[in-house]
């Protein structure tokens, strides 16, 4: 079992950066990846970034040039710099992870709220 504990999400103009932070712990080994997917309301959950251990990271096309994903060196904590905001950004964002797949574990949420 992993328990992931997200936080950074608020209130952020157009244009704007928030920077998302998780935190693994339990049965870390089952982390191999470790990434973020969001869901708008009245839209299905999608995911946004991902990056197993010692792989690149893959990013959905809508945040591909303004979302970072980076991963601590201890491979239990992952990062997700988002730059140029835009108002279709707002969403509950989850830290997911898993061992085979991507989604396997889930951490409550983040509200990301991109407005004027």
């Known amino acids: 079992q992993v328990e992931l504990v997200e936080s950074g999400g608020g209130l952020a103009q157009p244009g704007g950066s928030l920077r998302l932070s998780c935190e693994a712990s339990g049965n870390v080994f089952r982390a191999y990846f470790l990434g973020w997917y969001r869901q708008a309301p009245g839209k299905e959950r999608e995911m946004v970034a991902v990056k197993g251990i010692g792989d690149s990271p893959i990013y959905a096309e809508s945040v591909k040039g303004r979302f970072t994903l980076s991963r601590s060196a201890d491979k239990n904590k992952v990062y997700l710099q988002m730059d140029v905001l835009k108002p279709e950004d707002t969403a509950v964002y989850y830290c997911?992870?898993?061992?085979?797949?991507?989604?396997?574990?889930w951490g409550q949420g983040t509200q990301v709220t991109v407005s004027s």
């Open positions: 997911t992870g898993g061992a085979h797949i991507y989604d396997e574990y």
